[in-house]
């Protein structure tokens, strides 16, 4: 991690937090220092861990979309973009999924899922872009989200405690599985020519 939030950005957000044991559906919305949380916790089903890719992230979406509707976050069937009362269009469209298990990473918006672990093995997602694959699961059910994000569940951790704390270093797990995340010191290297 090469930088935190200083606890002065604003917007509204939707995160997805897949981890070894729930699904947790939330909405952020970010006020200088203050966070307005919803949330939804699901017990992820044993059936879903041993599945196929389409049938976690169909789980994955229709709860997430039922969710938005419970909390009258989007209107109706009819015009998913009509988001109710203090949110706008443009404020919902950005999501984050945290991921809880070892991918590579060249883009944020992009994860490629290693191994499963934490007792997952579905079918069709290892070696697979996952964000892509949610994508493709909103689009399907015509959410209107765009997933700008794919983090570890430590990393997530990390930068929601710096937004209340920046003198945050360290973000650390401890469920399922434990891992930590830390802010890395960026290394600057001047090349000059000929060397």
């Not at 200083?6 to 997805?16: A, N, W």
Request: charged share 25%; net charge negative; aromatic share 8%.
């Amino acid at each position: 991690v090469l930088g935190l939030p200083s606890g002065h950005e604003t917007g509204e957000y939707v995160t997805i937090d897949l981890g070894g044991t729930n699904l947790r559906l939330c909405t952020l919305k970010g006020q200088h220092e203050e966070i307005d949380i919803k949330q939804r916790v699901a017990r992820l089903p044993p059936t879903i861990k041993t599945g196929d890719a389409e049938t976690l992230w169909n789980f994955v979406v229709g709860s997430l979309d039922e969710f938005l509707k419970t909390h009258r976050l989007i209107a109706n069937r009819e015009d998913r973009y009509v988001l109710l009362q203090f949110y706008t269009v443009s404020s919902l469209r950005d999501g984050r999924l945290c991921f809880s298990f070892p991918a590579s990473q060249d883009y944020i918006h992009h994860g490629k899922l290693k191994t499963w672990t934490k007792g997952f093995d579905i079918d069709g997602v290892e070696g697979e872009d996952a964000a892509s694959q949610l994508r493709d699961a909103l689009a399907k059910r015509n959410l209107p989200l765009e997933l700008v994000a794919l983090v570890n569940d430590t990393t997530e951790a990390m930068v929601a405690s710096a937004y209340k704390d920046p003198d945050t270093i360290i973000g650390a797990i401890f469920g399922t599985g434990c891992n930590a995340a830390y802010v890395e010191n960026q290394l600057t290297t001047r090349y000059s020519h000929g060397n």
